[in-house]
């Protein structure tokens, strides 16, 4: 196998350990430490259980003695593709105390992707759930990608496991698991997200990760007081680590774990646990914003809203911010690879609504340059570049990958494009693709779809580029209308009434029911562009 590293030059690590950001922690030594100090505390609530500290360290162990005793050997990597159930926590700290290797896959991801994890991380193991919540078969899947690869040694199913084995039966001589793994060791492989290609592999460090998570507590106000709600897939980086369910693991807080992220679904779970934080994609937040007024859910005890994954432009930021008055918004902008910003609790208002905020740490490394590789004046949009005690130097088995995302001196490309406030806040404008160039005008998708935001009768909103053989690029809104369904003339008149420049305009209005996501929510913009040219190919554009 390819050895699994993730190193950063001696003088950076030397500094990070001295400014404290890097303590010789890992995963299992923490949930160790926790279930010490707070056996009876409860610490995952899913379903119908509800497992206390103690119980969380005694199930994980049985599950390192049983990965063990089966063959796996430490070092192997462990494909795991649950959704949001307890045993997706006795599975992960199971694989960490036997010195294993999670790899996450996300629910939604099937053999294409199991067998592209697999082939890359050079996995022995696969842990499924018998069924999804959609009925979907993952022994199916478990059985078409040990056949496209014969390296699959080990299938492990939560429920019913058939052939497999069966997850509830792992057990073993936990005496004999090993000690804490060393601290600059890789703990998992996480996936890149992005939505073109199949996804890379990002090798984190126990330390490194720690830290992020740990220092995202104290930014969020996390405490062990604290309900952390995970509505998003648990193995998502953003659910997982901003501060997400490690991080209130960390604190010592409750985690409630909610099957869907709809209001339908979360809103009794958070009146019922006294959910105090949780975190939303803008999709999923722009509707809980609009079932909130009206729930007759009791929401008080929500404090902290997050939302990250992609921009929340300040208009949908205004929305959210209003529908949960007693509910602070805090916005997120950050990345499986590393960097991580937010928005502080005690910012004002208009940081809060129009930037995504500043990084973590005080040793992020943060450059904004022009397409030349010259910095920017402050206040104007760039390539954002970063480097840190959290961020990455390299993605696993990736060498052409690696040449194209990292600079010769350790800075992450990022591929968005953001400007930077006189406070150091980020303000994103897109990805590096986002922008459509109409006749030589450089356009942000952003920043129109925030003014169409603002429309009563509208929604949610994508701006997407189409190919024009007079303008270049032409842009196309695809709009989610609510209440009454607005004409597309009227939109566009409308827009010519915010006075902003005539270009900005979309060229082209679509209603439409949907939007094309990714597995977390995200708007796949490749995908509305594709259907766009498609319509466009079989019939007239609408006027």
Known sequence: MLPLRQVWPAEAAARYCAAGHWRGETLPGFLRQRAAERPEALAIIGGDQRWSYAELWARAGRAAAGFLASGLRPGDRVVVQL???????????????????????????????????????????????????????????????????????????????????????????????????????????????GTTGLSKLIPRTHDDYIYSFRASNEICGVTPDSALMVALPAAHNFPMSSPGHLGALYAGARVVLSPSPSPEVAFPLIARERVTITGLVPPLALLWAEAAPTTPHDLSSLKVQLVGGAKLTTEAARRVAEALPRCQLQQVFGMAEGLVNYTRLDDPPELVLATQGRPISPDDEVLILDDQGHPVPEGQPGNLLARGPYTIRAYHNEEAANARSFTPDGYYRTGDIVSRTPEGYLVVQGRAGDHINRAGEKISAEEIEDHLLAHPNVFDAAVVSVPDEFLGERSCAFLIPR?????????????????????????????????????????????????????????QPES
């Not at 949001?84 to 996450?104: C, D, K």
């Not at 990608?145 to 496991?161: I, Q, S, Y």
């Not at 827009?495 to 082209?508: E, G, N, S, Y």
Request: some cysteine; charged content about 25%.
């Open 83 to 193: 959704g949001n159930v307890p045993e997706f926590f006795a599975a992960i700290f199971g694989l960490f105390r036997a010195h294993l290797v999670p790899v996450y896959a996300l629910p939604g991801h099937r053999l294409t992707e199991i067998t592209h994890f697999l082939r890359k991380a050079e996995a022995a193991g696969y842990i499924c759930a018998d069924r999804g919540a959609d009925g979907f078969d993952y022994r199916a899947l478990a059985r078409q990608a040990r056949e496209a690869e014969p390296g699959l040694r080990h299938v492990f199913v939560v429920g019913e496991a058939e052939e497999f084995s069966a997850f509830a039966a792992l057990d073993g001589d936990v005496g004999a698991l090993p000690g804490d793994p060393d601290p600059a060791s890789v703990a998992f492989l996480q996936i890149s997200g």
């Open 483 to 539: 209440g009454e369904r607005p004409k597309p003339a009227a939109i566009r008149a409308w827009m010519r009434q915010r006075q902003i420049a005539d270009f900005k305009v979309p060229d082209q209005v679509v209603l439409v029911d949907s939007f094309e996501t990714t597995a977390v929510g995200k708007i796949s913009r490749k995908e509305l562009r594709a259907r766009l040219r498609a319509r466009l190919l079989a019939e």
